[in-house]
């Protein structure tokens, strides 16, 4: 099943487990997930509000038109 799931996080965040500190994929667009390997550093200049997606090749494209009663997570 394909899913259009909206991340409002742009960075990774740390995970400390016995001592060692692991670094984990905000972005969801990481190749190794669900550790960060640096490709969140191309959603730095998103616009706030715009819908973004990427390609298989980790190319932006912005959607023009937004998806109405999109779920939006809680803070």
């Excluded at 669900?34 to 980790?58: Q, S």
């Excluded at 959607?63 to 999109?70: K, Q, R, S, V």
Aim: hydrophobic content about 30%; proline content about 8%.
């Amino acid at each position: 099943m394909t899913r259009l799931v909206m991340r409002t996080r742009s960075k990774p965040y740390p995970v400390t487990i016995g001592g060692e500190t692991q670094y984990m994929c905000g972005c969801g667009l990481s190749a190794t997930q669900p550790f960060c390997d640096g490709t969140h550093k191309l959603t730095r200049d998103e616009e706030p509000g715009v819908l973004c997606w990427y390609d298989a090749d980790v190319v932006r494209k912005q959607i023009a038109d937004t998806f109405p009663n999109i779920r939006v997570p809680s803070e």
